[in-house]
């Protein structure tokens, strides 16, 4: 199956397009409609949030030839047409008027020097010309110096959109002088939303369980999500286990009847339960893992529901209700003992001559102790 990458292949081409950042679309189509635009935006927020895409929407849009009406009664719109020359030039990355720097690559003073002069030169067509500076961070000392004068006095037909990741290591400065927008992590919910137009626009058939696992490692990233979608699609996936395999995942009911047998407070059956497990292959360093993983999960949702955030938790609807149902009875002090116990484990089975003793000595201390 050949693939084209998604996050490519499907990059927003209207501002109805984009998922969530709903504070960001609003006020930036709401200048684009009454023609106030600032001269320098700045977009913080994690990767794969709609940053870049959203940048060049705006340059888009600003310089669209044909904008379409907001109704069909007229009114100024914010949506680019897509077709005139000037969007699909932007479409295409060939546009002279939309300008593009990766500072991560082009740290240099001489870099912005050019730019900074080309600045003074009106569009080539368009009404703007549009800079869009990427991880502005990674700008060097001289090259942000050189940027500052010009977002002091900046042309009225340059916009410059500055994104970052790392919004801490821009200079004050820098930031008084911008329109700034914080891009916040999608989530579960929306990302789960995108995946589903994705498939369907691929026209293959992905299970709801398994995109929801996709999303739930994807870290609220849209775009990390659509990498693992494109990895899944490569690799003929369609169900939740295609994608443990993938990421080589424990799997969480083997954890989860772990702990069950572990609540019944006898030593034996979890030990041997334990030692089916790597009969069949199982690695034990990647069990204890997923152990320490679920119990912090356990811990989480027993100190703060307000915390259950499934991004933060990791766990589909149902792993999540199954491990509330499961904390239920133990106190909060027996979890964090019961988690130290496993870390400790974990850390020893790299020394150990039998790697699952130190989970049996675990399983059978975590008893002794609560039977006091
Ligand atoms: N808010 C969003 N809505 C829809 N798609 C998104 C969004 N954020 C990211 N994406 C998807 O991820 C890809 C990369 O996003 P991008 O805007 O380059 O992220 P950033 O610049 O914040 O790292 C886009 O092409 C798109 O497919
Ligand atoms: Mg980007
Ligand atoms: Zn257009």
Do not use: W
């Amino acid at each position: 199956m050949q693939n084209l990458v998604l996050y490519r292949k499907y990059r927003p081409k209207t501002f109805g397009e984009v998922v969530g950042q709903e504070h960001v679309v609003q006020t930036l189509t709401n200048a684009i409609s009454s023609g106030t635009i600032s001269h320098a935006y700045l977009f913080a927020g994690q990767r794969g949030s709609g940053k870049t895409t959203i940048a060049r929407l705006l340059a888009k849009a600003i310089n669209c030839e044909n904008r379409k009406p907001a109704s069909p009664q007229g009114g100024n719109g914010f949506e680019p047409c897509n077709e005139c020359s000037s969007c699909l030039e932007i479409t295409k990355g060939q546009s002279l008027d939309l300008v593009e720097i990766d500072a991560a690559s082009h740290t240099g003073v001489d870099e912005i020097r050019e730019l900074t002069e080309g600045i003074k030169f009106v569009p080539v067509k368009s009404k703007y010309k549009v800079f869009i500076l990427d991880e502005a961070h990674q700008l060097s000392k001289g090259a942000t110096s050189a940027l500052l004068k010009t977002l002091e006095e900046p042309p009225s037909h340059a916009v410059f959109i500055l994104a970052t990741t790392e919004l801490h290591k821009i200079l004050p400065t820098i930031i008084s002088r911008c329109q700034r927008f914080d891009f916040r992590k999608l989530k579960l919910e929306e990302i789960i939303g995108r995946l589903e137009t994705l498939v369907k626009k691929e026209q293959c058939s992905v299970d709801g369980a398994a995109l929801e696992l996709i999303a739930l490692n994807s870290g609220g990233s849209i775009r990390d999500a659509e990498a693992l979608l494109d990895q899944v699609l490569a690799f003929g996936g369609k169900n939740i286990e295609d994608i443990k395999d993938l990421l080589g995942m424990v799997d969480i009911k083997l954890v989860s009847q772990f702990i069950d047998l572990l609540l019944q407070k006898k030593a034996s059956p979890v030990i041997e339960f334990l030692n089916k497990i790597i009969e069949k292959g199982g690695d034990p360093q990647e069990f204890a893992k997923s152990l320490i993983n679920y119990l912090r999960y356990g811990l989480i949702l027993k100190i703060g529901p307000e915390l259950s955030n499934p991004i933060i938790i990791g766990l589909t609807k149902e792993e999540k209700e199954k491990l509330q149902a499961q904390i239920v009875s133990v106190s909060e002090a027996d979890i964090s003992r019961t988690l130290k116990l496993f870390m400790d484990a974990e850390n020893k089975m790299k020394y150990s001559p039998i790697p699952q003793l130190p989970l049996e000595l675990a399983i059978i201390e975590s008893l002794q102790k609560e039977e006091k």
